[in-house]
């Protein structure tokens, strides 16, 4: 099965920036669309973002829309999530996962560690 590798995580004061990175060693990330979860404690996974893999469209979650910013480099085989004006409630481990679309609810890919991203004064 398709393994992810998150990154770029870390501790960010609010209103900082961070750029997270998804790939997939040995797989080419290019076929598939990929979604952005986050992972807050005591709370459920939820979805960020996805881009897909057929015209690049993309969506966001409604709290996240004009602040993060999903792409893919296809020549980099990655994909990342450039994450501005972040708030303390954006604390949470981000993860990446791989479907055949965007809308679609299975996904292709295991979920991998995750990268975690604090904001904090």
């Known amino acids: 099965q398709l393994r992810i590798v998150e990154s770029g995580g870390g501790l960010v004061q609010p209103g900082g920036s961070l750029r997270l990175s998804c790939a997939a060693p040995?797989?080419?990330?290019?076929?598939?669309?990929i979604g952005w979860f986050r992972q807050a404690p005591g709370k459920e996974r939820e979805g960020v973002s996805c881009?897909?893999?057929?015209?690049?469209?993309?969506n966001y979650a409604d709290s996240v829309k004009g602040r993060f910013t999903i792409s893919r480099d296809n020549a980099k085989n990655t994909v990342y999530l450039q994450m501005n004006s972040l708030k303390p409630e954006d604390t949470a481990v981000y993860y990446c996962a791989a479907k055949r679309s965007c809308g679609s609810t299975g996904f292709v890919s295991s979920w991998g560690q995750g990268t975690q991203v604090t904001v904090s004064s």
């Open positions: 040995g797989f080419t990330l290019n076929y598939y669309a």
């Open positions: 881009i897909s893999s057929s015209d690049g469209s993309t």
